[in-house]
C-alpha cells in the first residue's frame, strides 16, 4: 500500500449532474463516493473524502475527512487541497482524483507513484485530449500558489501547472480518464462498470 495520503475531491456543486453526483448509488455500492472510497482504501494506506458537507457521507464505514469549510463560499479543488496541507501537516505530496473518475485503476495510480516526485511541483495525467489536473500528485511546493490562487479568486489549475515543474504520465486510454458529470455520462458509466 502506498503511504502517500489520497484526496478524494467530493466537494463541487455536480451543477451538471442536477443532483450531489458522489452520493448516486455506484457498482453495487450505496454511493459513487463509497465505492471510491473503499477501492481506494486497497491501494493507499490513508484516503481522505475533501468535502464541506460530511454529514452527507455518513454512509461511509470510517471515513476520513479533509474539511473544505476554511473558505464557505468557494467551490473550487484550490480549496481542497488548501484545506489537505494545511491538515495533513506532515505530508510532503499527495494523491489527488475526483470522486466522478471511478475508471481510474491501480496501473495507472502506479505508473504515477513510480516517478520520483523530486524537484517536481506535480505529476499528473495526460492523454490526447489534453492533461487532466485532478489526477495525479500535487508537492506542498505549490502550497503558496493554492493560497494565492484562492486570494486572487482565480481557480484555474491548468494555468498553474503551466507555470510550474510538471510531469506528466500519458494515458493512451482515454476512458480510463472518464468523468460522470451528467446524467447521460452517469449512465454511460454505470453500463461500462457492468460490463455492458
Do not use: W
Request: hydrophobic share 40%; proline share 5%; glycine share 6%.
Amino acid at each position: 500500500m502506498y503511504t502517500i495520503p489520497c484526496i478524494l475531491f467530493a466537494g463541487g456543486r455536480s451543477s451538471r449532474m442536477g443532483e450531489n453526483k458522489a452520493l448516486l448509488p455506484f457498482a453495487g455500492k450505496e454511493s459513487l463516493s463509497q465505492y471510491q472510497y473503499e477501492r481506494l482504501n486497497e491501494i493507499f494506506e490513508h484516503v481522505y473524502i475533501g468535502t464541506k458537507e460530511p454529514q452527507l457521507f455518513n454512509h461511509i464505514k470510517d471515513a476520513l475527512f479533509i474539511d473544505e469549510c476554511c473558505h464557505p463560499n468557494v467551490y473550487a479543488p484550490t480549496v481542497g487541497f488548501v484545506s489537505a496541507f494545511k491538515q495533513l501537516k506532515n505530508e510532503k505530496a499527495l494523491f489527488a482524483l475526483p470522486v466522478d473518475a471511478p475508471f481510474v485503476n491501480k496501473a495507472m495510480i502506479d505508473a504515477f507513484l513510480t516517478v520520483e516526485l523530486g524537484d517536481h511541483d506535480a505529476i499528473i495525467a495526460r492523454t490526447k485530449s489534453g492533461m487532466h489536473p485532478l489526477c495525479g500528485i500535487y508537492s506542498r511546493s505549490l502550497e503558496l500558489p493554492f493560497y494565492n490562487m484562492i486570494r486572487e479568486d482565480n481557480h484555474k489549475l491548468g494555468k498553474l501547472l503551466k507555470n510550474s515543474n510538471v510531469f506528466y504520465v500519458d494515458i493512451e486510454d482515454e476512458d480510463l480518464l472518464m468523468n460522470v458529470n451528467t446524467p447521460d455520462e452517469y449512465q454511460k458509466a454505470l453500463k461500462k462498470v457492468a460490463g455492458e
